[in-house]
């Protein structure tokens, strides 16, 4: 992939960054300018705002791979999956820190911030999301996103209140 | 000082070997060779992390247990003595992936093992002096030792974020002071892959004096003894190392007992005595006393004289996983996984 290509993407690998239709609440991963399924359809066009996924959801369907990708020779076999996130979309990634054997549909998943590729020895190194298990650990605390898209809650005014 | 720490939090890696299992590929005492450095596994990452990723998930961490909008951090440093790239910023791939860009300042810092302690001095100057609200301190590595040699047993991979201000205080540094000489006990050139140590040579006239000396000083300059302390962490480049400086300064086994994490993790350089700071926060109430004594080989010693207040009492750690999770899981590696995680083989082409 070009340098440029993924760069442009960074708001996306890096930080879930999608969008949400103000009309009907719809949350779409990667982002869209417009909402193709709520009744509003033509007035969704400009009302699309920002929104970061929270990285949390859970294994909705997997595969493990054997033959793998340029670049994960060394993480075969590895876990690809379908996951559902808590928001709504379904992303696709790969479940790292996790036997293939002890990955099953319903697992509970959290993004982790991973290296995707590298363009050789002497290239560019990529970076994203890929998905660990999360079943131990506790909730996301309510209010607290991860930060990134748009002004976050649970920040300086809320503290100031409590 | 008024400002301090407001918010923390840790990484280490899923994966472990152990020095047995080093040594029974080398034909050494593995086993002796961990009781002799009190070190009964050490972590490693795997293929697809590096200080870049255990920065970042480090930093998520502290800033989603502190509530913090990624927006109001002024300054992001990372210290590691393993940035992924010689030129590009490991700092700036950490600033975009917690939504801090673009109005902060970021750089890497580098001093051995104690890159990260310097980074959380230069943002103590920056939040002191109006300069930032929140400054970002990481201490992370993935180091490496040689095939075989005595930094194999140890050098293990990990880190810890701390977010510095001056509002919601959970640790307040009450000072800091360094201890900084040219001591050549520890070093990579350019361009090489492993570092070179001088092997006894890194014991007392660089790790035991500088530890030392800048602890005695802290103390000295606080009018403070070791029994004003309920916690000590020291850099830890094995386990025995810490327990004996700290011996030779008057501290107490209960003393060091939440600050010593490197004979389950092994020395994650940049972030072992951060990570230790960080199971000492876990585990502290209001008002105790701690203080932190960092090492870097080359060599220096910062040292922090800290206090908890009463906001960690309600400080959510809930978030993330303590580190004492880190210390007691882990999956463990064969000697020939480890060495393909690590790179140590050779895969042909350029």
């Known amino acids: 992939m070009s340098i440029a290509r993924f760069w442009r993407e960074t708001p996306r690998r890096y930080n879930l960054g999608g969008s949400k239709c103000t009309m009907c609440g719809t949350v779409y991963f990667p982002p869209r300018a417009v909402c193709p399924t709520c009744a509003h359809h033509r007035e969704s066009i400009g009302k699309m705002e920002p929104f970061q996924l929270s990285g949390d959801g859970e294994v909705f369907s997997y595969t493990t791979v054997h033959e793998p990708a340029e670049g994960f020779e060394m993480q075969v076999p590895y876990v690809l999956a379908l996951v559902r996130t808590v928001e709504g979309p379904v992303l696709t990634g790969q479940v790292v820190d996790l036997a293939p054997e002890d990955v099953r549909i319903g697992l509970k998943v959290r993004a982790t911030f991973r290296k995707l590729r590298e363009e050789g020895k002497a290239g560019v190194i990529h970076y994203g999301y890929k998905f660990a298990p999360a079943e131990d650990l506790p909730n996301r605390p309510p209010g607290r996103p991860r930060g990134a898209v748009g002004a976050p809650a649970g920040s300086e005014s809320d503290r100031a209140a409590a | ?350």
């Open chain 2, 1 to 350: 000082m008024d400002a301090g720490i407001v918010s923390y939090g840790a990484y280490v890696p899923r994966y472990r070997i152990t020095p047995a299992e080093i040594g029974r590929v080398w034909g050494a005492d593995g086993e002796g060779m961990g009781q002799s450095l009190n070190v009964v596994r050490k972590s490693v990452p795997a293929p697809d992390e590096d200080t870049i990723t255990i920065s970042t998930e480090a930093l998520r961490v502290a800033l989603v247990r502190g509530a913090i909008d990624p927006q109001q951090i002024g300054a992001i440093y990372v210290g590691s003595e393993s940035h992924p790239y010689a030129v590009k910023p490991t700092a700036t791939v950490v600033a975009q992936a917690v939504g801090a860009t673009p109005n902060l300042t970021a750089a890497d810092f580098e001093f051995a093992c104690k890159a990260g302690t310097a980074a959380i001095q230069t943002c103590l100057g920056l939040v002191g002096a109006g300069m930032a609200k929140y400054g970002v301190a990481i201490g992370s590595d993935t180091s490496q030792g040689a095939p075989g040699d005595a930094l194999e047993y140890s050098a293990s991979a990990g880190g810890a974020a701390f977010v510095i201000g001056r509002d919601h205080v959970i640790a307040r540094v009450e000072r800091t002071l360094s201890y900084t000489t040219d001591t050549p006990d520890f070093w990579r050139r350019e361009g090489q892959r492993y570092p070179s140590h001088s092997g006894r040579f890194t014991g007392e006239p660089a790790y035991f004096r500088h530890e030392t000396e800048c602890a005695r000083r802290i103390m000295e300059a606080a009018g403070t003894t070791p029994k004003e302390y309920r916690h000590v962490v020291f850099h830890q480049p094995n386990g025995k190392f810490p327990q004996r400086v700290g011996k030779q300064l008057g501290f107490t086994e209960d003393q060091m007992r939440y600050g010593l994490v490197t004979p389950y993790i092994g020395n994650t350089y940049s972030g072992a005595a951060l990570i230790g700071l960080a199971n000492v926060l876990d585990h502290a109430g209001p008002n105790e006393r701690i203080l932190v004594v960092g090492y870097g080989s080359g060599a220096g010693s910062d040292a922090f004289d800290l206090t908890t207040t009463d906001a960690i009492a309600e400080f959510d750690r809930s978030y993330g996983r303590p580190v004492q999770s880190y210390l007691d899981s882990g999956v463990e590696l064969s000697y020939g996984v480890y060495a393909k995680y690590r790179g140590k083989i050779h895969m042909g082409g350029s």
